[in-house]
């Protein structure tokens, strides 16, 4: 697939601080991908540079072959932004809204397929001020995609969303790609990269301390499963669990971490069929959120 964004070397420091340390990425047509780190560890800031919001102190970025030090006016004709935080005019209508941005573009798209689209036909002549925080973020995806871009930059798009709201915007973004367009998104929420994302960066301190897909970013990372439950276990099932994977135990409750889990379900399953009473079992295999803790050592949200 041909490369839409290509991000060589970049930096950026502000006074003492490098908030981005030369980092190098590419990011391929149709694909969605993430950029994940705690707050402080460069991702917005990554963002508006490649955006033309800001300017880097180093590096180089190229946006579908242009240029954005040569023609930061041209990126901005080919590329849709959805913003952290966005800030409408209050007594504007979404479709006021909508209208107001698409005259600033050459070919914009109808106001009225974007509200379909993002689900704002029925609210289209409801002041800004009175829209909901989720309908304002669908009206901030209305506006990121007046231009027709083929290459899309939400910065959290679904923060402070209701869970529903928040599925409906992955369902939005799962179509985008579905168009063939580019979607670069920034995120704190584990679940939403692992669900949307072909590829991931985690980047701390600005850095990009690993990059690639999260099914193989788990896999690689060699972080265990987890199989929790109660159970008076005698000495030679312990024995047994623990050839599989270290087995932790206070009092009744029993924790096995172990690299693969069949070998243990299957030996939980034989052991209660012996008549060992099994209860409260829980199951949790690596996500990306561990491989997340175990790269940066921080919360998400410090």
């Known amino acids: 697939m041909a490369a839409v964004?290509?991000?060589?070397?970049?930096?950026?420091?502000?006074?003492?601080?490098?908030?981005?340390?030369?980092?190098?990425?590419?990011?391929?047509?149709?694909?969605?991908?993430?950029?994940?780190?705690?707050?402080?560890?460069?991702?917005?800031?990554?963002?508006?540079?490649?955006?033309?919001?800001?300017?880097?102190?180093?590096?180089?970025?190229?946006?579908?072959?242009v240029s954005l030090e040569r023609e930061p006016g041209r990126i901005k004709e080919l590329v849709g932004i959805q913003l952290q935080a966005t800030s409408f005019l209050d007594f504007l209508t979404a479709r006021e809204i909508l209208d107001l941005f698409g005259s600033f573009y050459r070919r914009p798209l109808e106001t009225r397929g974007l509200l379909e689209?993002?689900?704002?036909?029925?609210?289209?002549?409801?002041?800004?001020?009175?829209?909901?925080?989720?309908?304002?973020?669908?009206?901030?995806?209305?506006?990121?995609?007046?231009?027709?871009?083929?290459?899309?930059?939400?910065?959290?798009?679904?923060?402070?969303?209701?869970?529903?709201?928040?599925?409906?915007?992955?369902d939005t973004i799962r179509q985008l790609r579905g168009e063939g367009r580019t979607v670069v998104l920034t995120t704190h929420y584990m679940e939403e990269a692992q669900e949307l994302c072909d590829r991931?960066?985690?980047?701390?301190?600005?850095?990009?301390?690993?990059?690639?897909?999260?099914?193989?970013?788990?896999?690689?990372?060699?972080?265990?499963?987890?199989?929790?439950?109660?159970?008076?276990?005698?000495?030679?099932?312990?024995?047994?669990?623990?050839?599989?994977?270290?087995?932790?135990?206070?009092?009744?409750?029993?924790?096995?971490?172990?690299c693969q889990l069949p070998p243990v379900l299957e030996l939980l399953a034989r052991l209660t069929r012996e008549g060992l009473a099994v209860r409260e079992l829980t199951v949790r295999s690596a996500g990306l959120e561990d491989v997340f803790l175990a790269l940066t050592g921080r919360s998400l949200r410090d």
């Open 117 to 170: 689209r993002v689900g704002l036909t029925a609210r289209a002549g409801v002041f800004v001020k009175n829209l909901s925080g989720g309908q304002r973020q669908r009206l901030a995806l209305a506006l990121a995609l007046v231009n027709d871009p083929r290459v899309l930059f939400l910065d959290e798009p679904t923060m402070g969303l209701d869970p529903q709201a928040r599925r409906s915007l992955w």
């Open 5 to 65: 964004l290509e991000v060589e070397e970049l930096s950026k420091r502000y006074g003492e601080l490098e908030a981005i340390r030369g980092i190098s990425f590419t990011v391929t047509e149709g694909e969605v991908f993430g950029i994940l780190g705690p707050n402080g560890a460069g991702k917005t800031s990554t963002l508006e540079i490649i955006e033309g919001l800001r300017r880097a102190s180093s590096g180089k970025v190229r946006v579908m072959g």
């Open 200 to 258: 991931v960066a985690i980047m701390d301190h600005g850095r990009i301390m690993a990059m690639d897909t999260p099914e193989r970013l788990i896999a690689t990372a060699g972080i265990d499963h987890r199989v929790a439950f109660r159970a008076a276990l005698p000495e030679g099932a312990v024995r047994e669990l623990e050839r599989e994977g270290s087995v932790e135990r206070e009092e009744d409750r029993v924790v096995v971490r172990c």
